[in-house]
Each structure stands twice: as C-alpha cells, then as structure tokens.
C-alpha cells in the first residue's frame, strides 16, 4: 500500500462518532429487560470493570462480537444518502433513519463541532465509534488496489490500520463523568460487503458503487448498555493531527 494513497482517501473517509458509560448505577435502566445467556454472563465482569455502564471488548452482545457490529453500523451508514446522512447531521434530526432492532447506531461527524439532540427507545443498546475509518474497493483510482501478491482483505484492513495508528486526543464523558480505557476498545472490522447509496460520491466516499463491494474498518468503538429513562449528556473528542482532523461532538440524549 502506498502512502500517497492512503493520504488520498483519508480526508474524505475519517469520522468519528462515540457514547460513554459512568459506574453510576442510576445509568443503568431500572426496567427489567430480556437478557441474552451472554449478556446475564458480563454481570461477573461488571464487578471489576470501572466502566461498568458499556459491554467489554470481549462481549458478544445479541450474539455479535464488536468486530460484527462495527461491520454492521457501517452498512446502515452507508446507505443513507447525503442531505440525511447522520454523520453529517448538525442538529440530530436525522439520527432514528433506519434504525430497527436491539442496538441502535450513534454517528459522529466528517469533522468539526457539532450539538445533536437525540431521542432513543429505552432498552436500547447503544454502539458508536469514537473515531473510525472505511477503507473500500474497488475505488475509481486503478491504483488503489492490492500488491502482487496480497489478499483485498490484508490490503483493505492494513490500509485502515495505518491511518487509525495516528489517531489520539480520545477523550469521552456521559453526564460529565470521564470514561477510562479507551485504547482497550479498537476494533478491525475485518473483510465484509456492504451496498453503499451511491449518493454518497458526493460528500464522503468516491469510491462508493452504489453496488455490493468489499469494505474493512478500523477505529475506536463502544457498546452502551440502555440508559435509565431521562436526560443524558454525552461530549466526545478525538483527531489525527497528522492530517489536521479532529472532532468535537455534544450528544443530548432522551431515554424515552
């Protein structure tokens, strides 16, 4: 992989979005919710994880690890066209498109400051990245592509490895308490397929098909066990000053 290649597609494919969880109990839904065997499992963890409010990395929630989730917030997001995209949302109103089952998918932004104001169904998970990135193929630029030699998934999963080592600066809090660890929570998709809209060309990805192609991630990923009904607060941050990219994003956030 080259250099200038990766360079190429940073600015148009790094973003970011991030939920955090406090050990404040209150957090936690008070409502009785079904529980899957691997969910009932983490009770025993919980009591030495100082971040007690998200899954560890090693959970599998509703039978999905964080890898398979990752790669599933990924086909949500990019089906969504530009003008209601929620990675590029300024205010939140597009964050409930296409939003169905168990855990329900945060975004972050292309960049920048923003505020959202959200509302999601209690009993929900919650799942966000931090920080992340899509490298995907096959893109316009012949060059972009697998050497001689290596797999399109070693060349997709190195190639989004290589931007998401610069990453830093990642800082969370929920209710203006600090989540500790974040480095333990980088997850690497591995190879999937996704359909893209192909709208998105326009504002994000060039090499978005509008067909079903191959994509891998890399980033900084959560799971939030579902918030007590009310209001919560989140604020996240995070960048790559190598390529002067960096976010800044205030979540106000309705358990309902």
Same mark, same amino acid.
């Given at each position: 992989?080259?250099?200038?290649?990766?360079?190429?597609?940073?600015?148009?494919?790094?973003?970011?979005?991030?939920?955090?969880?406090?050990?404040?109990?209150?957090?936690?839904?008070?409502?009785?919710?079904?529980?899957?065997?691997?969910?009932?499992?983490?009770?025993?963890?919980?009591?030495?994880?100082?971040?007690?409010?998200?899954?560890?990395?090693?959970?599998?929630?509703?039978?999905?690890?964080?890898?398979?989730?990752?790669?599933?917030?990924?086909?949500?997001?990019?089906?969504?066209?530009?003008?209601?995209?929620?990675?590029?949302?300024?205010?939140?109103?597009?964050?409930?498109?296409?939003?169905?089952?168990?855990?329900?998918?945060?975004?972050?932004?292309?960049?920048?400051?923003?505020?959202?104001?959200?509302?999601?169904?209690?009993?929900?998970?919650?799942?966000?990245?931090?920080?992340?990135?899509?490298?995907? $193929?096959?893109?316009?630029?012949?060059?972009?592509? &697998? !050497?001689? @030699?290596? =797999? %399109?998934?070693?060349?997709?999963?190195?190639?989004?490895?290589?931007?998401?080592?610069?990453?830093?600066?990642?800082?969370?809090?929920?209710?203006?308490?600090?989540?500790?660890?974040?480095?333990?929570?980088?997850?690497?998709?591995?190879?999937?397929?996704?359909?893209?809209?192909?709208?998105?060309?326009?504002?994000?990805?060039?090499?978005?098909?509008?067909?079903?192609?191959?994509?891998?991630?890399?980033?900084?990923?959560?799971?939030?066990?579902?918030?007590?009904?009310?209001? $919560?607060?989140?604020?996240?941050?995070?960048?790559? &000053? !190598?390529? @002067?990219? =960096? %976010?800044?994003?205030?979540?106000?956030?309705?358990?309902?």
């Amino acid at each position: 992989m080259q250099k200038n290649q990766i360079m190429k597609k940073n600015t148009l494919l790094l973003l970011g979005a991030a939920l955090i969880a406090t050990m404040v109990s209150g957090l936690i839904s008070c409502q009785k919710e079904n529980k899957t065997e691997a969910d009932t499992a983490l009770a025993a963890e919980d009591r030495s994880n100082p971040n007690s409010a998200v899954y560890p990395p090693t959970a599998h929630v509703n039978g999905k690890s964080y890898s398979e989730w990752t790669a599933d917030w990924w086909r949500w997001a990019a089906g969504i066209p530009c003008a209601t995209n929620p990675i590029g949302d300024p205010t939140g109103a597009n964050a409930g498109i296409n939003q169905s089952g168990p855990v329900y998918f945060l975004a972050g932004t292309f960049g920048g400051a923003v505020t959202r104001n959200v509302t999601i169904p209690h009993g929900k998970k919650i799942l966000f990245p931090i920080i992340n990135l899509l490298m995907d $193929h096959p893109c316009p630029d012949p060059n972009f592509g &697998p !050497a001689p @030699g290596q =797999s %399109l998934e070693e060349f997709l999963t190195e190639s989004a490895a290589e931007l998401v080592d610069l990453a830093g600066g990642l800082e969370v809090t929920l209710d203006g308490v600090a989540l500790n660890n974040e480095e333990n929570y980088r997850f690497p998709s591995g190879l999937f397929y996704f359909t893209g809209n192909p709208d998105l060309t326009n504002c994000f990805d060039p090499c978005i098909t509008g067909e079903e192609q191959a994509g891998a991630s890399d980033g900084y990923w959560m799971i939030l066990k579902p918030l007590s009904r009310g209001q $919560h607060t989140l604020h996240f941050q995070a960048g790559v &000053p !190598a390529f @002067g990219f =960096s %976010l800044d994003v205030t979540y106000n956030i309705t358990i309902q």
